[in-house]
């Protein structure tokens, strides 16, 4: 297996291109069965077998764990090689990215599990590293929408403490060796709990960050389409509503003036569309002396009078 999709090699699915050279959809289009994809698988397999090597025979026999030592090492080790094959040869997959943290946890919860079972483990450890495992993967889910949290390098020492410090409780050792593979677990439940609480911070401020800037985005959208909708609108009606003042106001001076040459006041019209009224100004003899000029109604009923004379 080269990893090479097939449409990549001049296999089946290949298209001719001009100049003999492949686009970048062949290229970039990974099989599913590349190199990356089956360390991955490799790894998952090797789960049930690293198990019942370290529970055979009663789970204390020193060649049987080193036989699970072994088991559990390559697990480790096909983790280190696929990630870095799948990025580096543009292998990723849908599976992959959904197999490859599987089975980093199910190898590393089995092994804390069962030396917990055997004893060689105290539960606390193991209920700290998994709780922590289980809740950086639930909350990348929970941010995946907004953004990606990257791998970190203090998650890549937490990884590494954890594996050599499972694999060293996995062998049978005494004396210094084994005084020392508790100090190295104790360096990977530190680094496991403070690289969880970064990643914690890391996603509480990405999605602070991201709905920002929805939100953001969202009110720049609406008051662009709230100032594409008016303005045209507002134009319009301004200009309406400026021709009908001129024109009630024109009235109203026309109506002022032949008020008061025949004695009277008068009132331009109103023009309730525009919302301007046009005003005349009140003739200087008023219609009937010492009174003030009638407005309104009066000045209606007053103008039907004479016209009708």
């Known amino acids: 297996m080269t990893g090479v999709p097939a449409a990549a090699t001049g296999g089946p699915g290949a298209k001719p291109v001009r100049g003999g050279k492949l686009g970048t959809a062949a290229v970039n289009q990974a099989s599913l069965w590349n190199i990356a994809n089956i360390l991955t698988m490799v790894r998952l397999l090797l789960v049930p077998g690293f198990v019942l090597l370290l529970f055979h025979n009663g789970g204390y026999d020193p060649a049987w764990r080193s036989f699970a030592w072994a088991a559990f090492a390559i697990a480790m080790i096909t983790d280190l090689f696929d990630g870095h094959l799948a990025r580096t040869y543009n292998l ?13 946890k199910a190898i590393m919860g089995a092994a804390l599990i069962s030396l917990s079972i055997l004893g060689d483990l105290p539960w606390w450890i193991t209920g700290v590293i998994l709780a922590r495992e289980l809740g950086i993967t639930l909350m990348r889910f929970w941010v995946i929408r907004h953004a990606v949290i990257p791998a970190s390098r203090g998650g890549k020492l ?42 914690v911070r890391q996603a509480v401020v990405l999605r ?5 800037a929805e939100r953001a985005a969202v009110g720049r959208t609406t008051e662009a389409l709230q100032e594409a909708a008016g303005s045209p609108g507002a134009a319009g009606g301004s200009g309406a509503g400026g021709a009908s003042g001129v024109a009630g106001g024109a009235a109203g001076g026309v109506s002022s003036g032949m008020g008061g040459a025949a004695g009277g006041s008068g009132v331009g019209v109103t023009d309730a569309d525009a919302g301007v009224t046009g005003v005349g100004v009140t003739g200087s ?15 209606s009923a007053r103008d039907g009078a004479e016209a009708e004379r």
């Open 92 to 104: 990723v997959t849908d599976f992959g990215k959904i197999a490859d943290p599987i089975a980093d």
């Open 158 to 199: 937490k990884t590494l403490a954890q594996g050599t410090a499972a694999g060293m409780y996995v062998l049978m050792l005494t004396g210094p060796l084994a005084t020392l593979r508790f100090w190295v677990m104790m360096v990977a439940v530190v680094l496991t709990v403070v690289t969880g609480l970064d990643y």
């Open 208 to 212: 602070r960050r991201s709905l920002a």
């Open 285 to 299: 003899t008023a219609g009937l002396p010492g009174g003030p000029a009638p407005t309104g109604p009066a000045v």
